[in-house]
């Protein structure tokens, strides 16, 4: 209770500072406090005998902090974790020895400056020896790392300005923070070596913002960084450093916006209407105490105006695009009308808008409070709300279903850096960040599901899946807390630095989220949906008022320490441990039932611990920088999502039962009651005991393990004055990642079909549509779907990078990499309700996942990125950055629930081979006309594998590509003052020629059959062919034009 007062006290204030502060300034990117970056050096007479004891000072002349230390007895000096930035003087002083200084010196996040100092006698020479930073070398974390600098953060083109989009530039991200195709769950994310993302499920911050861009000096995306101070990255770490103020007052204003007329109708021809973004803000900071006190803090707003398509049939196109005819679409609008209660004075269909609101506040004082002590205290808010946020489950689907939310999160950073001795330096960081989420359904009823068939003006046929009704994943309230402490001891020895530290969350979560309690109606036609006869119901009844709310904490605690040698000749390595642990300090209630049939308990609170080493080595060759070598292993572990915990929570058993119906036993709908009323939505049958209802049970396993991952990398760079070539190489592998396993399921199937799929509910209780009962499953009919949490899925990975860049004039430069990938998995499963993990598709037991290994969902093959900062040419400058990856990997999978595992399209597709005299004469035609469609970019992989189950992911959307680019001028306004105008065009290609810069976006799960019937006597399926599988209209965002306008001084 104290800790969350403090909160939000601290929150409070710190807002009201931030309102009183000047609206019409920013200010322009200044020196930060950083991590990883260090100077070390050598100290000799004229002759080279090393000098002990000298005296050294690493002063940054733009903020005053300055660090001393002294040589070793072989003459040899460390300053380590310096802010970054700059300029940088280093001073020698030596008795019997004039002074020494070198200037210019700038530090980068990572970066390690090597200097040496040859010392003049005091008697040689009168004056200080002064010496420019090109004396100096600056050795990069490259390979390991891709560095996102702080001219690139700045200048670069960046259309939502969210600094982790620039991650596209690393050549092993993937799709979205997916790091060398790894679970998104396995990227930390750090700012300023604290804590950036939700825990509870491994999302950043809300909304557009994490943080403002504006805040961010410069930031890297580190996959094969082998420092044991780094953990809970599987995937790898996406580490930011903020700004600071300094001794001089600068500071901009700026404004950035978009429109329809700064941009074209989309691929499918939908105009852009309706469509503004304006980005606009200030930043401003300076000295309040020259040297010793500074200030700096942030202002962004973004406040859009966007289309929102759902479910638009316009014509044929659509029709073809979406798989469903108008005239299904009017005959579901009209029954649901006369019958469900569906207000059509309200538009479903068609072109909307959205208009998301995000604001960012950031704040950040620097206080040099002595010479050895350096105090940080900074806060980050930031404020989204979208009224259509929230999707439904279905692609297509009504108005109606959708929702809207609201999420703010605050983080308030208190960091220490202490000088206890000249070889002893200690990092102390504080910090309290708190999320809040709240969802809210536009209708608060059952969902519904209508399954249409439909002839398609191509003469093909296709069934798709239709949503009305409300949202699974709204009303919902969230609140996530944070409590991180984190101390890190650095000792510097003669040529051995030691680090010890331990860093720990406490992350306190409450989550309402009522999930399936709406209830769904299931329907296999629009003739079911007409009579008001539902093939299928499903709730999870609460038996408590309100419903429940999951209330628990969880402990991520770790120990680690290293020690680095200079072993002489360039040669520099490191070795250390980490030991890290994942606790759940509160349980799920306990449900003597599970135990009883199962021998589990659903009270578990997990505690794992993960030991592990690492070691990697760097090899400057001729210790000139030319030729440099790394190599490093280690063990990694990866963050669980919290949010398996809330399931545990209120998936006991205790707080809810799950009810089934199918067939005539399923109840008649009555939507226009539930929309009055939500508590007439059918429940528990009349005259029947809740306590004899089978519930539906969420909990760990015996088998659950933390996933740790083993990393290995080497590589080779060369440098040759401005140029730089480099080849890596990379392999990791991922067990015990997390995926739910129904432990209430029959363990053989009751018969097979084609394929050898086995099915695991009784011919005789599937209806003659086809569908199953997942109740029919089960080894004990007292329990409903029990889902246990496991550690059975695992990952591989496999990469090669080169890379190669060239400094240019006049601070710019060209970068260029292309990557191949492999990245391997059963399941990628990566967050958050328990039952999403059984959308891992399979080839007839869910249980088993060896029939799942293959391409990650978020593996990509091939990978180009290039990024240019062009010399100015008459006061204009160029900058811009084009990435293209292979496209997604895609399954053929059957519309229907052909296994009984309780959930459909998970099912892996037999693919009819037409040539086959068993395969029915109509599947077989419809067979010969998809394969003969030249428009099916599936038809090598459906030809590949007639006749046998089509494993996963082993198709391929095609490659795709985009460039954006920035022109930029800077208009002098004399007295340091001066305006910037920008132009960014994101989508060259499409500019430059409306057939370019769109893409051929394969779903992931392509139906190539639904499921249409099944006869109990012959215990076969029916199906329909989808003809449309493997086609794709192109889409994509056409391009934009946004100007952009900055005041700076």
């Given at each position: ?27 322009h ?7 990883d970056?260090?100077?070390r050096?050598l ?15 690493v002063?940054?002349?733009?903020s005053?902090f ?5 040589s070793s ?16 003087r280093?001073t ?20 390690v ?10 008697t ?42 620039l ?15 790894a679970?998104?769950?396995s990227t ?22 994490t943080m ?10 580190v996959t094969?960084?082998?420092?044991v ?12 450093v903020t700004k ?13 916006y ?14 852009a ?6 980005q606009q ?6 000295p309040i ?8 803090t942030?202002?962004d707003?973004t406040?859009q105006?966007?289309?929102l ?48 609101l ?11 409070v002595?010479p050895r ?14 009224p259509?946020?929230i ?7 009504y108005?109606e279903?959708?929702?809207g ?11 220490l850096?202490?000088?206890?001795r ?14 809040e989420?709240?969802?809210n359904?536009r ?14 003006p ?41 680090t ?5 969350i406490?992350?306190k ?7 399936e ?13 007409d ?9 999870q009844?609460p ?14 605690l ?7 040698w ?10 250390g441990?980490?030991?890290?642990g ?27 611990w993960?030991?592990s080493p690492?070691a990697?080595?760097?090899?400057d ?10 190599a ?11 949010n ?17 119906q199918?067939?005539s ?16 939505v059918p429940?528990?049958?009349?005259g029947?005991?809740p306590?004899?209802i ?5 909990y ?13 990398s ?17 392999y990791?592998k991922?067990v015990?990642?997390?995926q ?11 018969f ?12 005789n209780?599937i ?14 009919t ?13 990952l591989?990975?496999?990469s090669v ?6 400094a240019?004039p ?9 990557t ?12 958050c ?26 593996a ?11 010399p ?16 997604r ?17 998970n099912d892996?597709a037999?693919?009819f ?15 010969q006309?998809?394969?003969a ?27 795709r ?21 920008t132009?960014?065009i994101f989508?060259?290609?499409?500019l ?25 006597a012959t ?8 003809e449309q ?20 001084f």
């Amino acid at each position: 209770m104290f800790l969350a007062r403090t909160l939000r006290a601290l929150r409070a204030r710190t807002t009201v500072m931030l309102g009183l502060l000047p609206l019409a300034f920013a200010l322009h990117p200044v020196h930060a406090q950083g991590t990883d970056a260090s100077v070390r050096g050598l100290v000799t007479d004229s002759i080279g005998t090393a000098i002990a004891g000298a005296a050294i000072e690493v002063r940054n002349l733009s903020s005053g902090f300055s660090a001393t230390l002294r040589s070793s007895d072989q003459g040899r000096f460390v300053a380590t974790q310096l802010p970054l930035g700059g300029p940088y003087r280093i001073t020698v002083r030596a008795v019997g020895y004039r002074p020494s200084t070198r200037d210019g010196v700038t530090l980068n996040i990572g970066s390690v400056v090597t200097t040496s100092f040859r010392m003049l006698p005091a008697t040689t020479q009168l004056q200080e020896v002064t010496v420019e930073a090109a004396a100096s070398r600056t050795i990069e974390r490259n390979g390991a790392v891709t560095r996102i600098g702080e001219q690139q953060v700045r200048e670069l083109p960046n259309q939502n300005r969210r600094f982790q989009d620039l991650t596209k530039l690393s050549p092993l991200s993937g799709n979205g923070v997916s790091l060398g195709g790894a679970r998104p769950m396995s990227t930390d994310v750090r700012i300023d070596g604290v804590g950036a993302q939700m825990n509870n499920t491994g999302q950043t911050f809300s909304g557009p913002l994490t943080m403002t861009v504006e805040a961010i000096r410069e930031f890297e995306i580190v996959t094969n960084e082998y420092d044991v101070s780094k953990g809970r990255q599987g995937g790898g770490l996406i580490n930011a450093v903020t700004k600071s103020g300094s001794n001089t007052f600068t500071g901009s204003a700026f404004s950035y916006y978009r429109n329809q007329a700064l941009t074209t109708a989309d691929f499918r021809g939908v105009p852009a209407k309706d469509f503004t973004v304006r980005q606009q803000g200030f930043s401003v900071g300076g000295p309040i105490i020259r040297d010793r006190l500074s200030f700096f803090t942030v202002y962004d707003q973004t406040d859009q105006t966007l289309p929102l398509e759902i479910t638009n049939v316009r014509g044929a196109p659509d029709e073809l695009e979406l798989g469903i005819s108008r005239d299904s679409l009017t005959r579901m609008t009209s029954i649901l009308a006369q019958k469900y209660g569906l207000d059509t004075t309200n538009k479903q269909f068609g072109l909307f808008s959205r208009k998301p609101l995000s604001r960012a506040f950031f704040g950040r004082v620097d206080w040099q409070v002595s010479p050895r002590n350096r105090l940080t205290l900074r806060n980050n808010t930031t404020l989204f709300s979208d009224p259509e946020e929230i999707g439904p489950d279905q692609i297509l689907h009504y108005a109606e279903s959708r929702g809207g939310a609201k999420v703010n999160s605050y983080g308030t950073l208190l960091s220490l850096r202490s000088t206890l001795r000249p070889t002893l330096v200690n990092e102390l960081k504080l910090q309290a960040l708190q999320f809040e989420r709240e969802r809210n359904a536009r209708t608060e009823v059952p969902r519904g599901f209508v399954r249409i068939a439909s002839s398609l003006p191509n003469g093909t046929n296709r069934t798709t899946t239709v949503q009305f009704g409300g949202n699974r994943l709204a009303p919902e309230k969230y609140k996530e807390r944070q409590f991180q402490l984190a101390n890190t001891l650095y000792w510097t020895g003669t040529n051995q630095t030691i680090t010890l530290g331990t860093d720990n969350i406490i992350s306190k979560v409450a989550r309402y989220l009522p999930v399936e309690q709406r209830g769904l109606f299931e329907f296999d036609n629009l003739s079911q949906l007409d009579a008001l006869a539902p093939a299928r119901y499903s709730r999870q009844v609460p038996l408590r008022n309100g419903g429940t709310t999951a209330d628990f904490t969880v402990a991520d605690l770790s120990f680690f320490g290293q020690s680095e040698w200079n072993l002489g000749r360039g040669l520099t390595a490191s070795a250390g441990l980490r030991l890290d642990g994942v606790m759940f300090l509160d349980a799920a209630a306990y449900n003597p039932l599970v135990e009883q049939r199962l021998g589990a308990r659903t009270d578990v609170k997990p505690s794992n611990w993960i030991v592990s080493p690492r070691a990697q080595a760097t090899w400057d060759v001729r210790n000139d920088g030319r030729h440099v070598l790394r190599a490093g292993v280690g063990r990694f572990s990866s963050q669980p999502p919290y949010n398996v915990q809330v399931n545990h929570i209120l998936q006991s058993g205790l707080e809810a039962v799950d009810i089934i119906q199918v067939g005539s036993a399923a109840p008649r709908p009555d939507f226009p009651s539930y929309r009055r009323d939500i508590s007439t939505v059918p429940g528990v049958p009349a005259g029947v005991s809740p306590s004899s209802i089978p519930a539906y049970i969420n909990y760990f396993g015996k088998d659950f393990r933390v996933p740790t991952t083993w990393k290995g990398s080497a590589g080779y760079e060369y440098r040759i004055g401005p140029m730089q070539l480099g080849v890596f190489g990379y392999y990791a592998k991922t067990v015990d990642n997390f995926q739910y396993f129904d432990k209430n399921m029959v363990q053989s199937p009751f018969f097979t079909i084609e394929g050898g799929r086995g099915v695991f509910v009784p011919a005789n209780r599937i209806t003659a549509l086809g569908r199953t009962n997942n109740a029919d499953t089960r080894i004990h009919t007292d329990l409903g779907r029990v889902l246990e949490l496991v550690g059975s899925s695992e990952l591989e990975q496999k990469s090669v990078v080169l890379q190669g860049s060239v400094a240019l004039p006049r601070r710019s430069s060209v970068s260029l990499s292309y990557t191949r990938n492999s990245t391997v998995d059963n399941s990628s499963f990566n967050c958050c309700v328990a039952i999403t993990s059984t959308f891992s598709q399979n080839t007839g037991d869910p249980r088993d996942l060896s029939g799942s290994r293959g391409p990650s969902d978020n593996a990509f093959r091939d990978k180009y990125v290039a990024a240019f900062l062009l010399p100015p040419i008459y006061g204009f400058r160029v900058t811009g950055s084009y990435v293209g990856t292979s496209g997604r990997p895609f399954s053929l999978v059957i519309n229907g629930d052909v296994n009984g595992d309780g959930t459909a399209n998970n099912d892996l597709a037999f693919v009819f081979d037409p040539n086959d005299p068993s395969t029915p004469a109509d599947i077989a035609a419809a067979m010969q006309r998809v394969l003969a469609n030249p428009n099916n970019r599936a038809r090598d992989v459906i030809r590949k594998y007639l006749g046998q189950i089509a494993p996963r992911n082993v198709g391929w959307s095609p490659f795709r590509g985009q460039t954006d680019v920035r022109v930029a001028r800077d208009l002098n306004l004399g007295r340091g003052q001066a305006v910037e105008l920008t132009v960014d065009i994101f989508n060259l290609e499409n500019l430059l020629n409306k057939k370019w810069g769109g893409e051929y976006n394969l779903a992931t799960a392509q139906q190539l059959v639904a499921v249409s019937g099944f006869n109990q006597a012959t215990r076969k399926y029916t199906y329909r062919v989808n003809e449309q599988v493997g086609t794709a209209v192109k889409s994509g965002s056409p391009y934009q034009i946004q100007l952009g306008a900055r005041y700076k001084f």
